[in-house]
Every structure is written in C-alpha cells, then in structure tokens.
C-alpha cells in the first residue's frame, strides 16, 4: 500500500509548511530579519550597490548601506513540531518589482518593514497586499536615532485599517522577529476563518 509521507503508519507527520513574505521599502530591514530568524544560511542575492541604481536607489537615511538585494532573501524557521515557516523577502526597489507576483503566489500573509524616518517607502507594498487581499502586518523596525512614534501613530499615518496589527520589532534579533512571524500567521489564520465564515 503506498502511503503518503505524512500517512505513513508510526511516522512522524510532516509539519505543516507555510509561506510568508518579507516586504517594505529600500533598506527597511527584509534581510536582515529573515538573516536573523532563518535556521539555514539564507540564501540572499545581494549586489554591491553601483552605478547602475545610482540615481535610482534613494540613500538618503541608509548611508551606510553598500548592498542591494537583487532577487529575494529566502529563509526558513521552524515554529514548533509541526510549523515551518518559509520566509521570503521582496526586492524593496521599483525596478525589481516584476518578480513580486510571483513571489506572492501561495503566500498566506506577509510582514510590512517600516522604517519611521522614510514611512512613505511603505506605501506601494500595502497598496499591493490590500489590492489581494493579502493577509499582512506592519511591523516598525526600531532603529536608533529615528523618533519613536506611538504604534496608533503608525496606524493612522499608514491609514490602515483597524484589524490589520502594528507591532514594533528589531529586525536583527530573532526573537523579536520570531513575534512578528507568530504575529502575522495568527493574524492570517484569523482573517482566513472570519472570511470563511462569511462566504
Ligand atoms: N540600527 C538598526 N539597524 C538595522 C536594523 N535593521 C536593519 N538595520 C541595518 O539597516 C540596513 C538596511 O537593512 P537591510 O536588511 O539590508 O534592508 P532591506 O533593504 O530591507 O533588505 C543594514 O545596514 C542593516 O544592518 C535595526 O533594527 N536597527
Ligand atoms: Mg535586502
């Protein structure tokens, strides 16, 4: 009798595998948190930042950026015996956005960076995951020497919607980006239910 994997009599069930995106504006922090939280060495397309996005690539606030990731940050982070998580990072700048639809297939909720000094940088990946009705939070990556807003603040200035959380992280540690993630699937797995029972 050919079992599937997980059917397997005395075999541990596979977890569940789910697909999430990192998105947010130009150097928001999407590779440093799936860096931070991902268990195998992420693999990260990064390119030295050259002539060719000069003039494109807005430094202005991330000075001290050198690098530019050119396809995707991808990671992966086991929640518990039967989650894992698969992270994706979304390109930050205009020019790489016709991977985005690709990337968001099968992706059951997404994380929006924000970086108070440059919030507007925000505003095209919330359009995109509100326009599908992607599940999705923002979460405000602390950085030194930016002014701390009130997270209502955040919520207002973004004009989000009541139910969509803001929560405040730091992207290089990995417990405050493991709260996110926890964050969003619960959020998700809401947002999926209310749905259903509306239909
Ligand atoms: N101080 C501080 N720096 C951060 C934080 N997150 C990211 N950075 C730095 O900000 C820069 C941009 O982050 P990066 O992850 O490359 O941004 P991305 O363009 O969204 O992938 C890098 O030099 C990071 O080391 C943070 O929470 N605090
Ligand atoms: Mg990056």
């Not at 000094?117 to 925000?122: F, N, Q, Y």
């Amino acid at each position: 009798m050919d079992y599937g994997h997980s059917e397997r009599p005395g075999a541990t069930p596979l977890p569940t595998a789910i697909k999430i995106l990192v998105a947010g504006g130009f150097g928001a922090g999407k590779t440093t948190l799936v860096g931070a939280v991902s268990e195998t060495r992420p693999l990260r397309t990064e390119e030295v930042l050259t002539e060719s996005g000069v003039g494109i690539d807005d430094l202005s606030g991330v000075e001290a950026k050198r690098t530019t990731t050119v396809a995707m940050d991808f990671g992966r982070i086991t929640i518990s015996d039967d989650l894992v998580l698969y992270l994706f990072g979304t390109p930050g700048q205009d020019r790489f956005w016709f991977v985005w639809d690709e990337l968001a297939l099968g992706a059951i909720g997404a994380v929006v960076l924000a970086d108070t000094r440059r919030l507007p940088d925000c505003f095209p990946s919330i359009d995109y995951f509100e326009e599908r009705g992607t599940p999705f939070l923002v979460a405000v990556n602390c950085f030194e020497g930016a002014r701390q807003y009130r997270l209502d603040e955040v919520q207002t200035a973004l004009n989000l919607d009541p139910e969509v959380p803001v929560l405040l992280c730091d992207a290089r540690q990995r417990e405050s980006a493991k709260e996110v993630l926890i964050t969003l699937v619960e959020h998700a797995m809401k947002t999926r239910y209310a749905r259903r029972r509306s239909q």
